[in-house]
Each structure stands twice: as structure tokens, then as C-alpha cells.
């Protein structure tokens, strides 16, 4: 298994990836990749979905080509794993920008010509870790939400979710309930 971890917050260290640190030590036997989503920014995206295609012979492929630069080191990382580990803050709500716009890059990877992307994705499996302030539970629903729904359109969906209570870095970790669920979130994994 080759587990790859998407972290999506916009600061290193986060109660997030601490969360997912712990959860990762029981896949000690397991290949990980950890990929902070900051280090690969992406321009905002284009949607060239009904542009006159680039390849004649592909016409539903829309004005995308091969991807390149942060976009094609992504493909290729995202398409080497097995499971995708969306290590994500709740924010306003909902994903955090670099989560959402990585997201949004899966629809020009869906158009790449002759591409084998969705059935690609249909094999992984999907995890998400996330923190929020906790004031209201109900705050991250739109993240997990959107998450699921993400996993879904290829026909998976997530194995499982997890969600603390962070606020300064490391706060997650006065949370026992919180600690004891992550060591066991991939357990039997
Ligand atoms: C831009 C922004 C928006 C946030 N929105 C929410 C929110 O809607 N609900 C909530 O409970 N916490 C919210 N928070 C708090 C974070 O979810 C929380 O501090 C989290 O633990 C940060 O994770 P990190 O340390 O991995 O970055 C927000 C924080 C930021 C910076």
C-alpha cells in the first residue's frame, strides 16, 4: 500500500498533520508520501472544459493538455497511491483553499487526452483527518461532506473521518478521546 498524505492547511506543524502523525505511526510497515498541498501552489484555475480541444482526436478533452510544472507533479503522486489521506482544517466550514483548488485540478485531469484518470481513482481509497475549534460539531459537516461526495464521484467512498479540536499548534493533543480514536484510525489497515 502506498499511502499518501494531502496536507491542506496553510501552515506547517498544524493540530491537522499532528492528528494524522499519530494516526500514521500504526502504517509504520506501510509506504507513506507526505505532500504539503502549500509547497505545490497551482495558478488559479482555468476552465477550459468547452474550449475548442487542443487534440481533434480527443474531442472531450476541451482545451487541457498533459499537465505540467506543480500540476503534473501532483497527478503523478495522487496516481502512485493507493490511498489518499485528505489532511485538512476546517475552514468557513468548508476545505481550505489549497485543498479546494487541488480539488478543482481533478477536473482537468479527468480531460486529459486519452487519460485513464477516473478509472484510476475508482482503485484508491479515501481518509479524511481534520481539526476545527470545536466550538460546533456540525461546522465541519460541509468539509466531510464535500469530501465524501468527492470520493463518490468515482465510486469509492471514505473509509473513514476523523475530527479534533485544535487551535494553537498542538492543541490536539490535550484531547484523550481525541489522541486514543486517531491511534486507531488505520488499525487493521
Ligand atoms: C481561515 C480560517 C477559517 C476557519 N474556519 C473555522 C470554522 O469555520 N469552524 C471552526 O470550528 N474552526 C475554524 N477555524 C479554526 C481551525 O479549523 C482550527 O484552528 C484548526 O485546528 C486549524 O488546523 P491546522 O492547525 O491544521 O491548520 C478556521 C481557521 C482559519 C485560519
Redesign the pocket.
Known sequence: MNYLFLLA???A???????ARIAAQSLSNQTQQWLALRDYPLEPFADLRHVAPINPDFPLSGGYGQPTGHSKALLETTLAATDIVF????????V?TLLKRYLDEWSAWLRIPDGTFKAQMSQKRYWAI???????IS??EPLFSTLELSAKYFGCSLEKRLL??????D??LLDAETLKAAKQFFMGD
Open positions: 492547511s496553510p501552515r506543524n498544524g493540530n491537522s498533520e499532528t492528528l489532511v485538512a482544517p476546517v475552514h468557513w466550514y468548508s481550505p481534520s481539526t476545527s475549534t470545536g466550538a460546533n461546522e465541519a479534533g479540536i485544535g487551535g494553537k499548534p492543541s490536539v
